[in-house]
């Protein structure tokens, strides 16, 4: 009787076990499953971006009322990802130096001043209505199919030579020197730093290029380095001003009137790529950061100091105010270095302070002239020159906003680093280092290594 009792417990036991495998075998099946449906419903092709550290994509209009580049939408939480395919194409380019049907004359009169006549009445609205209203999101365009893919600065360093009017002139051998010069620096870093020649240009990649079809120009735009104004000049190249002294800010940034290379279907884009004038123009990475931060932090503003301010205060001020916290005004410059430097940062990257690299790629798409803001005027002027641009069209001098207010200086500069210790300014320079030694700029300080 007791062999009896125990046989039945044993198989009681062997059943109980049984029962659990069988219930764990449907859990593994289940679960791998699952998996295998939703790696098949990913179409590699579709998925074209990531959102940005920090930033949750379907968060609502975050959008600054007075953006110094930004159009009506906001491409700072634009998707970030590559195909893993690789297909082999040619790019061949037009002549920089040489544009081919180049118009010589602008719209007609009346056209001009049918668009003055909008952009003066699309001002009046914006004195009136909430600018956040306007920041709609647009369609964007996503290649669905077969993404664009060139060949990483596929194109000669040796740059087409000036036209034979212009070989006489001292000035203009110069600057295409110096030009020269430049785009060799930024292909030898892309060569050293980045390992494949290949990669796939996604919308993501063109989302800050800004076209004009008449002049077939294509500008990257970077924040703090002169944009507004080169947009004027965009506009005034394609008849819809005929100064730029006409066009208002609120007009630049918030009238719509320019293209971006990403509202083009795949063939347009790739067109584009190989045979506009491919331009961007850059500053020194500390001086452009400093007067973000006082253009952003420092004035009133009703997007960046709630939706920064308020986080950087709450993460890096200790015992702060009820009102710093409310408000998000007041942030200084220390904690403003301390949540850029943050790998976990409150809140998301911003294109006022985010990395050239990131914002042209540079090192995938080969721009053909690269100017800098430190020689803006005679940078954008001879860029105007060599696309047969209406000689009376000059780069504007005005400063963009805060006008009464000085220009962001090396001086103004190093008095706000300055206030960091030496381990922040080096981190600091860690960060942009790749801005720094692809532009050729020099180290800011001298004890940085």
């Known amino acids: 009787m007791q062999f009896i009792f125990l046989g039945q417990q044993w198989i009681g036991l062997r059943t109980i076990i049984m029962r659990l495998t069988c219930m764990f075998s449907f859990i593994l099946l289940f679960g791998a499953a699952g998996l295998v449906v939703f790696i ?3 179409d590699p092709e579709d998925i074209v971006h990531q959102q940005t550290p920090g930033i949750k994509y379907n968060m609502g209009p975050q959008q600054p009322k007075k953006q110094d580049c930004t159009s009506s939408n906001n491409h700072d939480v634009r998707i970030r990802k590559n195909s893993a395919e690789e297909l082999a194409m040619r790019n061949q380019r037009s002549s920089l130096y040489s544009p081919v049907n180049a118009p010589t004359k602008l719209q007609s009169t009346d056209r001009k001043q049918n668009i003055m006549f909008v952009m003066k009445d699309h001002q009046k609205k ?45 000035n203009w051998k110069s600057l295409y020197q110096i030009q020269r010069e430049r785009k060799r620096i930024m292909r030898d870093t892309c060569s050293k730093y980045k390992s494949n020649n290949r990669r796939i240009i996604t919308p993501y990649h063109v989302s800050r290029i800004f076209v004009e079809d008449k002049y077939r120009i294509l500008y990257c735009e970077v924040p703090k380095a002169g944009c507004s104004n080169w947009k004027r000049v965009l506009m005034v ?90 408000t998000g005004s007041g942030v200084k410059f220390k904690e403003f270095i301390q949540y850029l430097l943050d790998v976990h940062r409150p809140v998301g990257m911003d294109i006022h302070w985010d990395h050239v690299n990131r914002l042209c790629s540079p090192c995938l798409i080969d721009y053909d002239f690269v100017g800098k803001f430190e020689s803006m005027e005679e940078d954008a002027n001879f860029f105007l020159h060599l696309i047969g641009a209406p000689q009376n069209l000059t780069f504007p001098r005005f400063k963009d906003r805060h006008s009464n207010e000085e220009r962001t200086t090396t001086k103004i500069t190093q008095s706000y680093f300055a206030q ?22 020099s180290k800011p300080f001298e004890d940085l290594y």
């Open 40 to 42: 098949h419903l990913q």
């Open 126 to 170: 914006d004195a009136e209505v909430n600018p956040i209203g306007l920041h709609k999101r647009r369609r964007r365009f996503i290649i669905k199919k077969s993404p664009i893919l060139i060949a990483m600065n596929s194109s000669s360093l040796n740059l087409p030579m000036l036209k034979s009017e212009d070989r006489n002139n001292n």
């Open 237 to 326: 190249l394609n008849g819809l001003a005929s100064s730029t002294k006409d066009i208002q800010h609120n007009t630049v940034h918030y009238g719509n009137y320019l293209k971006r290379l990403d509202g083009f279907d795949r063939k347009g884009i790739y067109h584009r790529l190989n045979t506009y004038t491919k331009m961007l123009f850059i500053r020194e990475p500390f001086e452009k950061l400093v007067s973000a931060f006082r253009d952003k932090f420092e004035h009133p503003n009703n997007y960046y100091h709630p939706v920064f301010g308020k986080a950087i205060i709450s993460r890096y001020r200790v015992n702060a105010s009820k009102e710093a916290l409310r």
């Open 420 to 441: 960091l210790s030496p381990a922040q300014r080096q981190h600091s320079y860690d960060f942009y280092y790749m801005d720094y030694l692809m532009f050729n700029y």
